[in-house]
Structures are given as structure tokens and as C-alpha cells.
């Protein structure tokens, strides 16, 4: 069941005994939790019938306990167990799922992985509770997801603000959420985000930044790319070279990618390829600089300053240098 759904039921009084919520996203598991302990009961019923416990600290025993106890004064009573994943003996709240208290809310964050699902606690959860299992999500689908959040808060963002964003923070969808709306609370009564708002409010420089060092890279820009290598020497957190090195990497695997396709419609590429609409003109205008050899050669330079960075048949070059080194050999100077 989508986290959505979880919410809109909660919402709508409709409720189930226990919530099982796991996986490598934390970013959902995270919303579930926040309402639940924020919004599932009126403010004056949270002090006798809201528990929270944490998986490290957190006895199996207590958890129990807590579950079977009844609401004082309420219909229901709410049991929050964060960070499950820490917690030992977990397996032994499969007597307490197997048999829960419809009075009691049981709501579980499991966090980083999926519970082994051949023993008999997966077993239990997917025939007693809710099940919420996350993936992290694909850097393909940020931009679309960076959007329709944006959307739904009533606003809109130019694409290219959109890249910025995605290049500079990763998947980080609670990072990207925080950045988003520390920026839409500065924006007063405007409702379009700019690459000037990324820079004031965010502090992304809106012309040294990976996306646009990517950009100087796919152009063959030579002298642009060098000029923003020597910003990056004296502004080490604009964009570090553990930033830079999988950013090219994304971008020269998706123009690797739309050689092997063989299709020129720009929609066919999008799809096939998992680029965003708005940036197929970029990869279609790279295909003149960098041919399909060149390109799988691009790749392999790529992997080897990589392990460059990390100290392996490096020497004593800095960051800068080694970003030198890898453009002039991608651009053939």
C-alpha cells in the first residue's frame, strides 16, 4: 500500500491494527511515522495514549507491553517503534502481530532493509499488517519527482533549476524536501523558482555547479569547463570532485545508452533511456562532439579517475588536477 493511501486513511478514521514499514527509502517511512505521531491523536490524548520507543534502546518485552495495554480515556491508542532494524530479538513481536489489540495502533520503521522474508516474521506480516516496503529511487526518476512536489505545493520550477538541484544534493528526497521548502518560504507571494532562487536560497551556484560543468563537458567546452575547475580549486563545496566524477559517469552511460537504442524521435529517447524530456536536446547535441567509441573510451577514463580520487595509482595530484587531466583527455586537447 502506498504511504499515500496510509495517510488518506488515517485521515478518513480507517485503521489498521499494525503498520509494517521497511526498506531503503527513508523518506516515506519517515512522512508515516511524522503523521502519526503529530496528527493520529488530538493533542490532549498523546501524553497517556501516544508511545514511542527506539529500536536500540528498546526491549521487545516493553514494546509488548506497551501494544496490550488499553487507551486511557480514548478509542485507540497509539505505539511507535522507530528504528527497528536496531533492535534485538525483533522476531519475538511475532506473537504480538499474529494476535493484535484493535484497540492499538502498532506502527513499525524498519529502516535500511527489508526483514528476511523466508522466516516466519515476513510470513506473519504479510498475511497480519500493512506492509510498506521502499526502494531508494532511481536518479533517473528525481526530476520528475522534484517536480511533482513542487506542483503540488502550488508552485512551479524552471527544469534547468531542477537539474541543478537533483545533480547537487543526489537521492536524498528529505534533504531535497528540506531545501525545497526552506526556498518556497522565501519566495513570499511568488510562485515560480528560479536558478537565482537555487543560488540565494539553497546556496547552489547557479553557474558552477556539477549540471553545468556536465553541461561544458557534452558542449567540448574547453575553456568553460577548465574556468569552472578553478572555481571549484578555490570553492571546494560547490561541486567536489566525488560530486563531478558521478555526474559525467550518469551522462556519458545515458549517451552511451541512446547510441544503442538507434532512435532519433526525441520522445523514444526519454522513454528508452530515462531522460527527462526537457534534457534529450542535450544528449542529441553530445552525440556531435563524442562519438559511440569515444563514449565507451569516456566511460572507462571515468571509472579510472575514480579510483584515482580514492588514492589508487594517483601519486600526489589534487582534485584539480585530476579533473584537468580527465577533461583534456575526454575533450582530446
Known sequence: MPTSKIIANWKN??????????GEEPFYIDQVVEYAEKFLLPEAEQAFNLSIFYGKDADWAQVINACKRYPVFAEKQVVILKEAQHMGQLEKLLSYIEHPLSSTIFIVAHKEKNVDGRGALAKALKKHTVV???????????????????SAK???????AVQIIVDHIGNDLNRIQNELEKLTVNLGDRKKIT????????GISKEYNAFEFQDAVAQRNFSKAIKMIQYFESNNKAAPIQLILPTLYSFFSKLYAVYGIGVSNERSIASE???PPFLVKNYTAATRHYSYGKVEHILLLIQEYNLRVIG?????NSDSDLLKELVIKIMDI
Open 13 to 22: 478514521k480507517v485503521f489498521d491494527a499494525v503498520y509494517w514499514l521497511e
Open 312 to 316: 589508487i595509482n594517483n601519486g600526489d
Open 154 to 160: 502550488g508552485y512551479q520550477i524552471s527544469p534547468k
Open 273 to 275: 533511456v530515462g531522460i
Open 195 to 202: 536558478e537565482d532562487d537555487i543560488e540565494k536560497y539553497i
Open 132 to 150: 510498506v516496503s521502499t526502494k531508494k529511487m532511481y536518479d533517473n526518476k528525481l526530476p520528475e519527482w522534484v517536480m511533482g512536489w513542487v
